[in-house]
Structures are given as C-alpha cells and as structure tokens.
C-alpha cells in the first residue's frame, strides 16, 4: 500500500474534515431538519438549516456517525451551502452526486466556484462502494429542504 | 485427528488423510494465485463465502459438460444420471452430518432459505398467537426477520435472549426466558460476528425440559468442524454451500424426518406433487415435497464435490490450525493502540470482529483492500447485535483453511499502517 495511491480518495483536506468536521451541531429551532441512513456501512446522519425570509440558507449543521468520506463531505457541504437558496443547494446536491458517481459532464459549470471545494471528493467515483458515503449527507440535506418527513436511506 | 478417529476411519476402509499441510490446501484453490490490485490476495472474508477448491469448480463443469439434464423426469438416460448424480449428492450430505436417512435432507438455496421454509411451513402449521420463538442476540438476520414475518402473520412472540459483554450467550437469562409458551428456539451454533460458539448442548437440554423445538443456524460452525445430528439432538439444522467451500445457489435444511412428514409445503410446483387435477393436488413426499422446481443441480454436484474435499482433509488438522490463525490475530491486533476486539468469548471459532479508534470500519477496509487485504466492514446482518455493543460497524477477518500467519500479520501490519494513516 502506497500513500501515493490512497491520497486520490483521502485527500488532506477530506482526511482534515473527516478529523474534525466544521459545523458539527445541532441547530436549536431548524427551519428544515431530516435524518439520513446508509444501512450498508451502519452511517447516521441528521442534516439541520435554518432559512431567511427569502429561503437563503443562513446556517446549515449536522450531526452523526461516519466513516471519513461521509463525514468530509457532510462538513464541506454545510460550508458551502451557506448563503445559496434552497434550489442553488439542491442544483448543487445534484451535480455533487453525478460527480461522485464519475459522469457529470456539466460538473464544472454546476458545481462553477464550489467545484474546487467539492472535487477532492471526485476520487470515490473510482470506489463504487464508497459513493453512498459520499452522497449521503446531499441525499439528507435535499429530503431537509424539501421538508421530507421520512428517512433517507441511500440503499 | 485422535486415535480413536484414526481407527473408525480405518474400520470404514476410508483412507487416511494426511496430516495437514496449508501449502497443499492453497495449491488446491486456483484464485489464491491471483494479484489483487497488484498485491498477493489475501482473502480473510471467508465467513461471508469461502473460496472454491478445484475440486468443486471441476465437477460442476464436468456436469454441464457431460452430464447435465433436468432431473427426475425424463425417461432417458441423461436424466436418469443427472437423477442419480443429484441423489447421490444429497446422500453425500446425509452422511456428511450423520442424518437419519437422505429423506430427511432438503435441498435449499442457502440457510436463509431453509429458515424461512421452518418458519413457513412448520411455524404456519404448527404455532398459534401467542406462542413463543426464543432467539438471541447474536443472530444474523437470516434467523430474526423469518420470525418477525411469522409474528406479523400469525401473532407468535418472539423473545430474545441476551449476549453478555464478553459477547456470550447469557445461559441464566436464556432458561429465564425459556417457558411452557415457548415452542422453538433458534440459534446460532456460532456467531458470524464475535466468532461465540454457543453451548449447544445445554439449549437444546433446556429446550427439551420445557417441550420446546430446537432449530440451529450452522452456517459457520459446520465450515470449522464436523457436525453429527444425532449427536446434536436439534430438530432442524440449515446451512449454505458457499460457506462450505461450494457453489453459491444450494444450501441445506436437515430436520428429524417426523416433522418433515408432518409439515405442509411451502411453495407450490413442480416435483413437489405426487399428483394433480384442478379439484385436488395431493403432496410428494419429503424432502420432495420441499423442492418444487427444477432445483439447482449443477450447484449439488458442486456442494458433494466441496463434502468429498473436505472428507479427503485432515479436518482436526485444518481446525486446529484455523484456530491457531484466531490466537496469532488476536495476539496481533490486540497489540495494536487503539483496537478494540469485540467479542472475546471462551469458546470461539476463526472470526475476529474488531474496531480502530482513528479509522470508521468503512475507510479501514478501503485501506487494507489497497494492501491486497480482503475483509468485511459493516454490521454483518447482525444490526441488533452492533446496537448491543454500541457500534455502528466492525471490521471483521475471518479464516479459513486456506489462511496462513503470514496472511494474518499482512492483516495486522495493514491496520496498523490505516490506523497511522487516520491519526
């Protein structure tokens, strides 16, 4: 096993928010909340936003137990949806989740000013297995916004 | 192999195999050569499926090849010999684990199957609401949603007994929960998560002092050492092919033929009838009755295949060097910081589920795969089980005979190396 190799999936900035993840918190009185389930790997996660007048996402937090990759991306997500509308987010969500899975020929000018954030964790396209950590905390966050009652699964 | 062992071998006029060597086992799986992302595979998830020996795979082509047809059907030769090469394999099981007769062995796909076909077929039949199902903790999920099935259709209770933090099955709290409700218990005879290998004898004795049915799950325990039903004194015991070293798409469901002959069928077709009319279809007898359809033939000449590979094994020897694999894995790991080792009953067999404080059992298996090690990562189908221990995942090696101790300190060398690498 080289280093080399493995720095494609966990690059230093997943492994630094997999270690400590920004926004890891409940919010008190959310606007939008729901939970999320990967019942393959046993990952729970629970998504929080709170919204202004005109529905921009003022703050956006999250709670649960992951491996590295989920983790990582739920907290570069909760960074980087701050500020965008609830359909800026979800246009987001779904580009993230088409690079995760290695087709997204629209990506770059999607994801625009977020991609570079976002693609450190393009490298799991190349782990099948490892995609739905990836795309669990987008899943949760677009069930949130769109004011799902029931629990995300990504199976 | 004990002397005594020795000598019922010789009086049966078997030969004896030679004691046991791994490098000849190793010789005899053709995939172990194989380089896995350019590293020597070190495959350690054999207690999800094992890996074929030549043996198997060469009997199952050999069947397609030159001696496939449906079987008990056709009035012509080929099928007359798929027939007899389809009922011999079944004989193979009967002997394998000591059954009363080859009637009482029915041909399943996997011990998921034949759980499902107690709890149908036996459970419809045979229990009220209110009646109790006593399970543990411990089960794979195999032997806890068939009963939830069962107590959603027909109102029978399901109790649980619990494991202890060792990750032993609580014997004290199991008589407790044992009563004059309780019809069948259902347990594992060896957890596919901690490796706990379940005192047998004692449930099936408590079991029987309250009236009550005995159904084991043998899925792993059968892969590690003989089993012999009249010895055990359960009333059904099921498990896999593919964990046994054969095919995929055959497993078992042995029970006492009494309640074989009084079960209904479960599902209904072909070969299971002995006649039908629009009016009145009447019932073959079992196992027959239990098989309708074309049942997987290729995959029961490759599960006798795997029996007679086995048969042709030291099997004292390759048990005691599995469990020699469990010792060294133990040692190892446990002298790594920071990894925990769940389960740590007395009596365990060759699975070592275990937890790394810097690294989530997912990115764990990612990092040993990418050193050409193969483990499980997740909740192994036992999620009431990672609840009771208050982890939402393990990783888990387990080990079979083709295992050897250097494969185990690539293991070991490997999650040191991930738990660095996560630090």
Known sequence: ?155 | MSAEAVRRVLAAGAPVPPPFDVARIRADFPILSRLVRGKPLVFLDSAASAQKPRAVIEAMTAMYEGGYANVHRGAYWLSESATAAFEGAREAVARFINAGSAREVVFVRNATEGINLVAQSWGRAFLKAGDEVLITAMEHHANIVPWQMLRDQIGIVLRVAPVTDRGELDMEAFRRLLGPRTRLVAVTQMSNVLGTITPVGAIVAAARAQGALVLLDGCQAIVHAAQDMQALGADFYVFSGHKLYGPTGIGVLWAKLAHLEAMPPWMGGGDMIASVSFERTTYAEPPARFEAGTPAIAEAIGLKAAIEYLGGIDRAGAHAHEQGLLDHATARLSAIPGVAIIGEAQAKGAVVSFTVDTAHPHDLATLLDRAGVCVRAGHHCAQPLMERFGLPATARASFAIYNTRAEVDALADAVARAREFFA
């Open chain 1, 1 to 155: 096993m080289t280093e080399d190799d493995l720095r494609d999936l966990y690059q230093e900035v997943i492994l630094d928010h997999g270690r400590r993840p920004r926004n890891f918190r409940r919010l008190d009185a959310p606007d939008a909340s729901a939970r999320g389930n990967n019942p393959l790997c046993g990952d729970r996660i629970e998504v929080f936003v709170k919204t202004d007048a005109e529905g921009r996402i003022t703050d956006a937090a999250f709670e649960g137990k992951g491996c590295a990759i989920s983790t990582a991306s739920a907290s570069l997500m909760t960074e980087i949806v701050k500020g965008k509308t609830a359909e800026e987010a979800k246009a987001l969500g779904a580009a993230f989740r088409e690079m995760a899975t290695g087709g997204c020929p629209h990506c770059e000018a999607a994801l625009e000013d977020d991609f570079d954030r976002l693609r450190v964790l393009s490298g799991v396209a190349e782990y099948p297995s490892r995609v739905k950590c990836a795309t669990l905390a987008w899943h949760t966050l677009g069930a949130a916004l769109d004011h799902a009652a029931e629990e995300v699964r990504t199976e």
